[in-house]
Structures are given as structure tokens and as C-alpha cells.
């Protein structure tokens, strides 16, 4: 395409500082996020690791209580702040404006900046384990009065916090204004392909709920240091208000940290089988539907407060509504594998997984969605159970999926099939037993966040355990595999897929720094 | 920058601060409702400004239970001198509760009320309460400490039971330092 020509006259060869540190390409700081994302997942399983050795067998044998505590909250926040959402954002840098037609994202100053925010942030975070009192051990939750008792770590996990809603916020400013400002002509709004669309939605969840976020934690350290009492019940406030607070962002946010893997499935998918996606625009309405839905069913996170009966009723009935526009698309993935000419490539296979397996995430929170029913479930690890199936073969399988599909564009090679089938068969067995018992021990009442249990959920714990260090392990062969792969290997073609269709598939592989500086025409 | 371009970044931020108010303005909101409502099972930390006075409903009786809580650390005895009653609603009823301080210093302590169903709080009126002041406790004082309370004859017909739950906070560092007071009614 005329559109797409090599266009590298000014900075051909930017030095290391130029081409990463001040850059504002948007293929570099989706690079950038992508390669911190890949980071974190692995901070972020080493200490799922630690709470796996822990819980191997009953008793205490590796780590002190107030330890375990600490991993299991810093596990969640970075998994959630420092893998998950960074690698959503890296993927929309990539590929929004090359999607769109753009020729890069609407504000590439203020890009560089949500980037770069993140390793300071996330050096605070870390830096928490080091001091006196420990890292934070009260949840990623953080509710009071607990999260107060924190030590010395308090106002940097606060801070830290503060940082990442920014750059959350700044980078989906950025993403709205690419998304409303830059297609190309031609491009109308219900011609945007589906993972703009996701990113265009969670883009405004993240906006309208991350600075509520910011306002809940500023609360708590003004409770702490300045004798506000927000949440202190002897001062006339009340700790139940800080859950209402933390859920109206918490359960937006893990939309947030759904729906553009939604937008990457209902790429991959019709290109493997072979067919146009089925349901475009209800996937659209789907998802709109979906991101509404999620600000009014937040009290599901605290059905055993002492809601009154209506207060019940009425989270149990929203959040059941949520099923029928997240059944909606379901449907329409299967509908488009139906009869379709069907490959089983890494990303289909992970597409697929994902379909599978997040679908059994959404049937648990169903059950966890029957109020009477929580009062058993909650604070168990059926919920444990529940949210890492919608997370990890759920969010980061899609992740993954679209590393293997997208990164033959990005780098302009084939990654190595036989290797990223074994990546895919060994991580969906090892997540399956690491999570699938998880229900069964919570079913039976083992409670979350205990260094400790009775003997009789041994036996699922200790294949908990081996699955989470089989997957663990797995994850490295991911890594080895995307170096590989940006190294060299055999060469990609445009297309990449035969069955692939969209604009950024026009251009070269890899695509030149600068792409679409002269919009191409949509017919 | 473009016009449009400058549009949507002016509004998107604007959405993000108008956000950041509104978590805070969540709970004024969340006061109210729960004022209003009776929801969290707040009952009024002041007493009713205007007398209760309500013609008693011999026909009815409803259960009230009273429990005594000490947040965590304190080195207190606190119980409520009867566990029980039977009363009719619209009676007035005088119950005590007994504090020990065991410390060898004094301890300001601010007991914070709650009923139990929340929507019954309404209807559960203290006309004298040690809650409605902090409390000073000398070293090693006991105290007893009455309670004056009506239930409301509207109270709804299919609530039997109410329990009343004390917890006393330990206030000494913030009463020290600000006189404790509740301007309003503390709802929330
Ligand atoms: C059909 C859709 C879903 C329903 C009905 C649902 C329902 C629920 C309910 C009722 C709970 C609270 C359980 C308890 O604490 O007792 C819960 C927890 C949770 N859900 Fe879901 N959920 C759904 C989808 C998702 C998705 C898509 C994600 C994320 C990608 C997710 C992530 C979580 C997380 C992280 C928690 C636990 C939060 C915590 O307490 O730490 N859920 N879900
Ligand atoms: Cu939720």
C-alpha cells in the first residue's frame, strides 16, 4: 500500500537514550509497556510462588504469617496495576492508531509520561518489602481499620497507588482522543474494529473510576496522618462506606481488565476460523451494555456487611444482568467458529482457551452472584477460584494470545509454532490444576489470605501448589519464545495470517517508525 | 493541537476530576442515606431533641438485646448489666451498663452505638445515653452508666427482636487534642 512506504528519513538510528527514554513513538512505548508488563507478570508469579510454597502442606514452613500477608497483597497489585493493565495499554499503543489508520497516537508527549510514570511507581511499591513493618499485608482491598495498621509502608503503597492512576488516566485520555480524533476518513465509529472499541469503553471505565480510587486511598492516609474519620467508627465515620467507595471502582475495574481482552479474541478468532465475527455490532452494544452495567452492582463484594433485604435483592438481580450481555458474546465467538475453516495456531489456541475458560470464571461468579449463596462462598478460595479464572486463562491468556498473533507484525518474524503449542498445552493444564481445586477447598470453607489450613484440604492444596509451579515455570518458555522471536526466525509477511483482515495488516512487517503519516481511504 | 482534539482531552479530564469529587461526595451521600434510612444501623448519637413521649402498646412486646464491644486493645471490662429485655414499645425503659478501666492511667473512651435490624434504628429512640459524650475514666475507675430508651410504636410489625451494640473506642490522643463533639447527627 502507497500508504504504508518506508518512510525513515528523520531519526533513522535515534541513540538508545532518543529511541527509549524520550521517545513519543507510540510502537516504542507500546514496546515499552509491553516489555515492563512481561516484568511484572514475573515479580508479580514470584510471589504467587512464595504463597504456593507456603501453602504446599498445613503448618508454617517458609515464611512468617505477616509475610505471607504481604505477598499475597503485593502479588495482587502488581499482577493487576503492573502486568494486566500495563499490557492492555502497550497492546492499544501498538495497535490503535495502526487499527484506525492514524499515524500515532493523538498525544505522544503526554504517552511518554504514562509510561514512564510506571517504574517509579512500582519502585515505591517494591521498595515497601524493605522497610520496618513490612510491605502491606492488609489486601489489595485495603480496607480499614486493618489496611492502618500498616507500618512505615503506608503512605508509599498510598503514593504508589496515586501514580498509577495517573498514568492510567493520562494513558486513556490519550487512547479517547486517538480513538475520537484520528481515523482515518472512511473510518466511522461502527467500523472500528472491536479491540478499539473495547479499548475506546474501558478507556472511559478507567477514567470515571480510577480518580475515584485516588479519592478512597487519599481518605484513608488523611485517616491516618491528619485525624480524619472517614472510616473510623469512633469518630462518627464508618468502615463499611470505605467498600462501598473501593467498589464502585473495584468492580468497574475488572471490566477494565476484561474487555479489551474481549476486543483481542474477536480479532483472533474470526481470522483463524475463517469468517467475519458474527454479531459485530451487538458485540458493540454487548460491551457498551456491560460497561454500565458494572457501576451499578458493586455492593456484590459485600453481601454479608448487613445490607438490608432490598440491598440484597437488588445487587444480586444487576449482577446476574451482567451474564446476559457477557452470554451475548459467548455466543457470538462460538457462532463464528461454527462451520468456520478452522486452524488451530498458538493464538486461536489461546483464543480459544480463553472462551472456554473464562466462561467457567463467569459461571462461579454466578454462583457468587446468588446472595444467600455468598454468605458461604465469601472470603473463601471459591472466590480465589472464581477471579483467577476470569484473570488468567481469562485476561492473560487473551494477553498472550495477542502476543503471538500480533508480534509476527511487530517484529516482522514467526515465532516458533512447535514451542508456543507446548507454551499453550502446558499452561492450560498447570492453570486448570492450580485453580480448579481452588473450588473445591473453598466449597468446603477454607478461608483466603491464611498461611495456614486444616489437614483436610491437603490434598488440593498440594496440587494447587504443583500446578502453580508447572505454570510458573511454563511462563519462562514465554519469554524465551517473544526474545526468539524479536531476535529473528523465519521472516512474516504482510498478511502474517491468511485469514486476517484489518488495516494494520497492510503494512510491512515490521511496520517502519512512522506509519500512515498520509491517512489511507476506507471504502 | 487540533480544536477537536483539545475538546476531547478538556473533557475527558474534566470527567476524571468531576470522578475524584464525586468519591467524596459519596459520603455526604452515604450519611444521608444512611440518616435517613437508618440503613447501616446508625441510631442517633444526640438525644431526640424533642421528648418522646408515646402512648404505650400494652398489646405488643418486642425483644430487646444489649451487647457490649471494646475495640480492639483496650484494657477495659465493659457488659451490659442485663443481657434482655421484654418491653412494650412506646414504654420507657432504663437499662445500665457497667465500664472498668484497668489502667493505671485515665482513658478518655467514646462509645458508638448501633441497632441491629438497621432499618429498626429508626424507630429505637435514646433519650439518655453515655454515648452521646465521651467518657473519662479515671485509673482503675468502675463506672455504671445508664441507658434511657422508648421504642417507637410504629416500629414495623415483623421486627421481634433489636439489638443495641455498644463499642468504646479508645479517644484519648484525638480528645486531647480537639474537644470531642458530635455537631451532627453522625450518620455513616
Ligand atoms: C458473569 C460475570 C461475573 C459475575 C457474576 C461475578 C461475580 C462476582 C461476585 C459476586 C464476587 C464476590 C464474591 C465474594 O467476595 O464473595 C466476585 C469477585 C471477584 N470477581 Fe467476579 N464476577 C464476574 C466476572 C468477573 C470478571 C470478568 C472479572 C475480572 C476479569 C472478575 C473478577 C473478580 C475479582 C478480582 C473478584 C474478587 C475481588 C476480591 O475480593 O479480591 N469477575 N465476582
Ligand atoms: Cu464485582
Redesign the interface.
Known amino acids: 500500500m502507497s500508504t504504508a512506504t518506508v518512510d525513515d528519513h528523520h531519526d533513522e538510528h535515534p541513540g538508545f537514550f532518543k529511541r527509549w527514554i524520550t521517545t513519543t513513538n507510540h510502537k516504542d512505548i507500546g514496546t515499552l509497556y509491553l516489555l515492563f508488563s512481561l516484568l511484572m507478570f514475573f515479580v508479580g508469579g514470584a510471589m504467587a510462588m512464595v504463597i504456593r510454597a507456603e501453602l504446599y502442606i498445613p503448618g508454617l514452613q517458609w515464611v512468617e504469617p505477616g509475610f505471607f500477608n504481604s505477598m499475597t497483597t503485593m502479588h495482587a497489585l502488581i499482577m493487576i496495576f503492573g502486568a494486566v493493565m500495563p499490557a492492555f495499554t502497550g497492546l492499544a499503543n501498538w495497535l490503535i492508531p495502526m487499527m484506525v489508520g492514524g499515524c500515532d497516537m493523538a498525544l505522544p508527549r503526554l504517552n511518554n509520561w504514562s509510561f514512564w510514570i510506571l517504574p517509579f511507581a512500582f519502585t515505591m511499591l517494591l521498595s515497601t518489602l524493605f522497610m520496618p513493618g513490612g510491605a502491606p499485608a492488609g489486601g489489595w482491598t485495603m480496607y480499614p481499620p486493618l489496611v492502618l495498621q500498616t507500618g512505615n509502608a503506608f503512605p508509599f503503597v498510598i503514593f504508589s497507588i496515586h501514580l498509577m492512576g495517573i498514568s492510567s488516566i493520562m494513558g486513556s485520555i490519550n487512547v479517547v482522543a486517538t480513538i475520537l480524533n484520528m481515523r482515518a476518513p472512511g473510518m466511522t465509529l461502527l467500523k472500528m474494529p472491536l479491540f478499539v472499541w473495547t479499548w475506546l469503553i474501558t478507556a472511559y471505565l478507567l477514567i470515571a473510576t480510577m480518580p475515584v480510587l485516588a479519592g478512597a486511598v487519599t481518605m484513608l492516609l488523611t485517616d491516618k496522618y491528619f485525624a480524619t474519620s472517614f472510616f473510623s467508627a469512633a469518630g462518627g465515620g464508618d468502615p463499611v462506606m470505605f467498600q462501598h467507595i473501593f467498589w464502585f471502582f473495584g468492580h468497574p475495574e475488572v471490566y477494565i481488565l476484561i474487555l479489551p481482552a474481549f476486543g483481542i479474541v474477536s480479532h483472533i478468532i474470526p481470522t483463524f476460523a475463517r469468517k467475519p465475527l458474527f454479531g459485530y455490532s451487538s458485540m458493540v452494544y454487548a460491551t457498551a451494555s456491560i460497561a454500565f452495567l458494572s457501576f451499578i452492582v458493586w455492593a456484590h463484594h459485600m453481601f454479608t456487611v448487613g445490607m438490608p433485604l432490598v440491598g440484597e435483592l437488588f445487587f444480586m438481580f444487576s449482577t446476574m444482568l451482567i451474564a446476559v450481555p457477557t452470554g451475548v458474546k459467548v455466543f457470538n465467538w462460538i457462532a463464528t467458529m461454527w462451520r468456520g475453516s478452522m486452524t488451530f495456531e498458538t493464538p486461536m489456541l489461546f483464543a480459544v482457551g480463553f472462551v472456554i475458560m473464562f466462561t467457567l470464571g463467569g459461571f462461579s461468579g454466578l454462583m457468587l452472584a446468588i446472595a444467600p449463596a455468598d454468605f458461604q462462598y465469601h472470603d473463601t478460595y471459591f472466590v480465589v477460584a472464581h477471579f483467577h479464572y476470569v484473570l488468567v486463562p481469562g485476561a492473560v491468556f487473551a494477553i498472550m494470545a495477542a502476543g503471538y498473533f500480533w508480534l509476527p507484525k511487530w517484529t516482522g518474524h514467526m515465532y516458533n509454532e512447535t514451542l508456543g503449542k507446548w507454551h499453550f498445552w502446558l499452561s492450560t493444564i498447570f492453570v486448570n490444576l492450580t485453580f480448579f481445586p481452588m473450588h473445591f477447598v473453598g466449597l468446603a470453607g477454607m478461608p483466603r489470605r491464611i498461611p495456614d489450613y486444616s489437614l483436610q484440604f491437603t490434598e488440593f492444596n498440594t496440587m494447587a501448589s504443583i500446578g502453580s509451579f508447572g505454570f510458573g515455570l511454563s511462563q519462562l518458555l514465554f519469554a524465551f519464545i517473544v526474545f526468539q522471536t524479536i531476535r529473528g526466525g523465519k521472516k512474516a509477511t504482510d498478511q502474517v495470517w491468511e485469514g486476517a483482515e484489518g488495516l494494520e495488516w497492510t503494512l510491512p512487517s515490521p511496520p517502519p517508525a512512522h506509519t500512515f503519516d498520509v491517512p489511507p481511504v476506507i471504502k | ?2 480544536d ?2 483539545a475538546t ?2 478538556l473533557r ?2 474534566f ?3 468531576a ?2 469529587g ?3 461526595l ?2 455526604p451521600i ?1 450519611d444521608v442515606l ?1 440518616n435517613i ?1 437508618g ?4 441510631t442517633e ?1 444526640v438525644s431526640t431533641q424533642q421528648e418522646v413521649e408515646f402512648e404505650p402498646d400494652m398489646t405488643r412486646t418486642v425483644k430487646v438485646q444489649f451487647v457490649a464491644n471494646l ?1 480492639n486493645s483496650m484494657n477495659w471490662t465493659f457488659e451490659p448489666e442485663i443481657f434482655e429485655l421484654e418491653v412494650h414499645p412506646g414504654q420507657r425503659i432504663v437499662t445500665n451498663y457497667t465500664a472498668i478501666n484497668h489502667r493505671p492511667d485515665a482513658v478518655v473512651g ?1 462509645a ?1 452505638p448501633s441497632v ?4 429498626a434504628s429508626r424507630h429505637f429512640h435514646k433519650v439518655e445515653c453515655f454515648c452521646f459524650t465521651n467518657q473519662t475514666f479515671a485509673a482503675k475507675e468502675e463506672r455504671q452508666m445508664p441507658v434511657v430508651f422508648v421504642v417507637d410504636p410504629a416500629l414495623p410489625e415483623k421486627v421481634e427482636v433489636i439489638t443495641l451494640s455498644y ?1 468504646f ?3 484519648t490522643e ?1 480528645a486531647s ?2 474537644p470531642f463533639t ?1 455537631e451532627v447527627p ?1 450518620g ?1
Open positions: 493541537m487540533t477537536k482534539k476531547t482531552v475527558s479530564s470527567i476524571a476530576l470522578m475524584f464525586f468519591g467524596y459519596m459520603v452515604y444512611c434510612t440503613l447501616n444501623g446508625n448519637i475495640n467514646q458508638i441491629m435490624p438497621g432499618l463499642t473506642f479508645d479517644v484525638t487534642v480537639t458530635f453522625a455513616g
